[in-house]
């Protein structure tokens, strides 16, 4: 059996991700008939189905789920190797870093600081992501390096240089009586009934069961939470982008979350090297005090 060619993994992701052949193809800028033959020559080769297709629609089968997964993986993979290649050519290329918005705004000020200092390393640019989004910007290679969080980040397949570990908060609504006190537990803000905890995706993308909202944006979250319409539980730090309408309460009993420098395991560079080396001693460096 012949290998399967990118083009058909691209085929088949669009036609499982719209699970309609008339989306896919006007997403993947072709005719419809022949993406239909496409994915019944793959289903031939490979010996499988991997759509169940009849009058209401497409579903994927079993296999389709694995090939799914399986060829995102995969043409991410291609998409990095292309990516870096270009970057390698290319010495005033910067290291590109990601982060979510909001998230760890002070270490990330004094790692930037750290790495202005000296003069002989390449330029960083910062881009930032929504919830969750880093891992994929260093699997398809359009990041180098990425600041992310354990354990609620995805960081399989990834080398690590951890930064700092904190407490969280909850980010309430001002006026809510659960702002009024000094610190909080987790059984304090699992069950509000006016005030259900909002719902992060989950490492698949899927979201968790329960009455919050499905969030999946800062400035959704930050909106919902002003409104009194949920709360949520967050890295201290992370309070960066906390609006005047809220305030963060201690959570004494949640899980601590430690900050990590991430960047794909094996792939190395001087730029990388030197910004892991200056990420380490920040981790042994405590911020200066403020001035008075």
Known sequence: ?????????????????????????????????????????????????????????????GAGEVLLREARVSLDAVAAATRRTRRAADLQQPLVLV????????????????????????????????????????????????????????????????LCTEGQVALLPSGHPLAARPQLTLADVSNVPDLPIARWPQLDGSYPDGPGPEVHTQSQLAQLVALSKTLLVIPASSRAWQWPDHVAVPVVDAPDITTVLAWPAG???????????AAAELRNRPPAAPTP
Request: a negative charge; charged letters at 30%.
């Open 1 to 61: 059996m012949d290998d399967l060619e990118t083009r058909e993994l691209r085929y088949f992701v669009a036609v499982a991700e719209e699970l309609h052949f008339g989306r896919a193809a006007q997403r993947l800028g072709i005719a419809q008939p022949p993406l239909s033959r496409a994915i019944r020559q793959m289903e031939r080769r490979l010996g499988v189905q991997l759509l169940d297709r009849d009058r209401r629609g497409v579903a994927l089968t």
């Open 267 to 277: 792939h190395h560079s001087s730029a990388l090297a030197a910004l892991a080396r």
């Open 99 to 162: 982060t979510k918005s909001g998230a760890s705004h002070e270490l990330l000020q004094r790692l930037l600081a750290s790495w202005a200092d000296n003069t002989d390393t390449a330029p960083v640019e910062v881009v930032l992501c929504e919830v969750g989004e880093q891992a994929r910007y260093l699997r398809n290679g359009r990041a180098d390096v990425a600041l992310m969080h354990r354990p609620v980040d995805d960081l399989a397949g990834f080398d690590t240089e951890d």
